[in-house]
């Protein structure tokens, strides 16, 4: 057993840190305090945030060196994003881009994809959305029925996407639509469609949290270019779900790190109105810590694991399941032991001045539903960690 | 990085796991639980010794093996809800250990096998009251009355925590007077014992004060690392059995109701897992963070273990509720674990003060 970082990893997180505390202008919380900030003011916000961070060749890191990338380890990308967090620096607007699309180019897209693409996707100069759900299809990702039809040198795409985060920005969208309509899974082709073009529609839909960060897409006969085809035609489905597996794994320390920062918030709450030394507000409190840092601890098991050549398998559906259903009990205790200042939104007076508990508290209710539902996740922990019969 | 157990310390998991299968798998621990009143097989504690396992929790130099190796075995045992005072006598024969030359007479009997020994502290019946030590030991003589000391009524010393500091009484002729205190979990053997005679004191206040955290820190991993081996077998049992038992014509393990009730036992567990591990390989290696880490192991462990090997009833349905089948052993031993060296209240509460709230 070795839980700690070697030498070479403690260099690049010192580095890392100072690098932050001379570039990151302002932190996160205070953009979105900025008054004279909109939706869209925040994300060119985001955009040269990116681009700082690209020029410093922390984007990709993983990536070959050709790609933008240095062959960064797992464990380098993991304190990465947890340093991120850490600083409470904005999120790239291209995440979408880079944690799912651009692994996909890499492991099965064409050399002339990874050239067109890349260093755009990465300097934020073409932002990506995830184009996979539809209105009839989310869990049952399979059953999806938007189509593509061969037209000459390309394919005429004709159908809904839904829940596309970061539509309402996006350039270019990657799409998972049928080729075949008798074949449930190899009938499915992964398609990079601009959406700057007649054929699509992007219609922005308001969120619990009265912003607009998705939209729904509409496809009518938009044209796909044939060598704008991640893989061969029918191997959408296996991409997709090497895919889907990235999102996982480097992200393992970001998490408990980022509700480390909200834990003291809390804290830094109760004592604040002297109500640290109740036995009640004590033992939530002390919960909170106690499965953060349970949640830590997984995280550095998972990267020990990823570490040692292993990959991150079905018991990421453990995480999933811990941090999303964390991000739900640990705003609701905060809502709990802060009273109501923490339902006031940022623009309030009195507002509490380090954390937006008002948005955080309604986001935490998605974490449970993307990136497959907390019920998916048992489900694939039961059929393929524990083993147990279908009917 | 690596999360997994190096070659010496898997290899030590598998020959204790191996050892147990054969000596104590859950026949075993029945007819210790239902025939011995001493409530432990003596043979078993005397191949324990002589294999080493007694001297587990002493300090490197002294034969112990380090915080990871003590978590690897304690985890082994919990996986049989292993009946006796293993855990108890090593609490004790480390703070001999620490308590200096004037104790290490008995600590080495007691790593050999040849005497059991105990600690004795506690004097309230929970863990809200907080009050003074009555017991004391001055000029020789303790009078102490202690509450549900393990195994207090068959072992040959106890180390007293007195006012003054930690004393050793060996069973004297008189003096020694056990009432058996049996508990929901009937394999474990606990008394109230009332001491008057004489005792030598072997540290006092200050030192007593460093030993009893260091023992509190090895019980409290100790007992997270046995609340993780509770949970694993009893997930393991339940998964057997409702791949086994049909209801409606199908396995009752393809019930999602049941499955995704089995997933969050995995999680549970799992989550054990990674938080005793940690907690240990912080003890041997962090120790700036260990106190924090060790009171986050038993907080979570415990109420998982009460949670999963309450699912493990659940989901054997009526059989679950039997004498004969074997969950009731988890749960059991979980519950009482949960409430012993260091309550989920006290690891909370350990856990704010680590951080200085
Ligand atoms: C904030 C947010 C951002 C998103 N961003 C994107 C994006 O960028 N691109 C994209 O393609 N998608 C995106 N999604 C969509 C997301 O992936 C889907 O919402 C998700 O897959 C669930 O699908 P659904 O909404 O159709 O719900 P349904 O599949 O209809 O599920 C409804 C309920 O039924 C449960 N359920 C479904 N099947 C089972 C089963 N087999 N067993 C037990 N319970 C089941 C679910 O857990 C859920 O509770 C986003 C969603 C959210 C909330």
Known sequence: MDLAFTTEQEAFRRDLKSWLAANLARPWNDEIRNPSHDENSLVEVRRAWQRQLNDAGYLGMGWPAEWGGRGASVVEQAILEEELW???????????????????????????????????????????????????????????????????????????????????????????????AEDRYGGITFFLVPIDQPGVEVRSIRQITGESEFGETFFDGALARREHIVGKIGEG??????????????????????????????????????????????????????????????????????????????????????????????????????????????????????????????????????????????????????????? | MQFELDEDRSLLKQQTRDLLERESGSEAARAVMEQAPEGYDKALHATLAELGYLALALPEEAGGMGAVSLAAVMHEMGRTAFPGPYLDVL??????????????????????????????????????????LTASCADGRLEATKQLVPFGAHADAVLVETR??????????AGWEANAQPTLDHAQRFAELRL??????????????????????????????????????????????????????????????LQHRCADMLLQTESARSAVYRAAWALDHEPAAADELVAVAKAWAGPAARSVCGEAIQLHGGVGFTWEYDPHLFFKRANTLEQFHGSTRQQLEAVLQARGL
């Not at chain 1, 039809?149 to 795409?157: K, L, M, Q, V």
């Not at chain 1, 609701?332 to 200042?341: C, F, I, S």
């Not at chain 2, 694993?232 to 049909?246: K, P, Q, S």
């Open chain 2, 91 to 132: 609490l004790a024969s480390r703070a001999l250990h620490d308590a200096g030359a004037e104790a290490h007479g008995l600590r080495d009997r007691v790593v050999a096998g040849e005497a059991l020994c105990v600690l004795a502290r506690r004097e309230t019946l929970d863990d809200l009251s907080s009050t003074e």
């Open chain 1, 86 to 180: 850490r600083a409470d620096a904005p999120q790239v607007p291209n995440f979408l881009g880079i944690d799912l699309l651009g692994p996909a180019l890499i492991h099965h897209g064409s050399e002339e994809q990874r050239r067109r693409f890349i260093p755009k996707m990465l300097a934020a100069d073409e932002i990506w959305c995830q184009g996979f759900s539809e209105p009839g299809s989310g869990s049952d990702l399979a059953s999806l029925s938007t189509r593509a039809e061969p037209d000459g040198e390309h394919f005429r795409i004709t159908g809904q996407k839904v829940w596309t985060t970061f539509g309402p920005w996006s350039d270019w969208i990657f799409v998972l639509a049928r080729t075949d």
């Open chain 2, 164 to 173: 003054e500091g930690l004393a050793i009484c060996e069973r004297p002729a």
């Open chain 2, 196 to 257: 008057s005679g004489p005792a030598q004191l072997v540290a006092g206040g200050d030192p007593a004060r460093g030993i009893l955290e260091t023992v509190d820190r090895l019980a409290a991993l100790s007992a997270a690392a046995q609340l993780l081996g509770l949970s694993e077998r009893a997930l393991e049992l339940t998964l057997a059995y409702t791949a086994e038992r049909e209801a409606f014509g199908v396995p009752i393990a393809s019930f999602q109701a």
């Open chain 1, 237 to 391: 489905w296996r991409i997709a779900m090497t895919v889907l597996g990235y999102e996982r794994g480097v992200q393992t320390m970001a998490y408990p790190a980022r509700f480390e920062g909200y834990l003291s918030d809390v804290i830094e709450g109760v004592r604040r109105n002297g109500t640290l030394g109740r036995a009640d507000v004590r033992e939530k409190l002390a919960r909170l810590i106690v499965e953060n840092q349970v949640m830590r601890s997984n995280g550095l098991r998972t990267l020990a694991n990823l570490a040692a050549g292993e990959s991150p398998g079905p018991e990421s559906s453990i995480e999933k399941i811990f941090w999303s259903e964390y991000a739900k009990r640990q705003s609701e205790t905060a809502l709990d032991l802060l009273g109501p200042q923490a339902q006031l939104t940022t623009e309030a007076r009195h507002a509490r001045p380090d954390m937006d508990w008002a948005r955080e508290f309604l986001w935490a209710r998605a974490g449970t539903i993307y990136s497959g539902s907390s019920e998916i996740q048992r489900n694939i922990i039961a059929k393929r960690v524990l083993r147990m019969p279908t009917k």
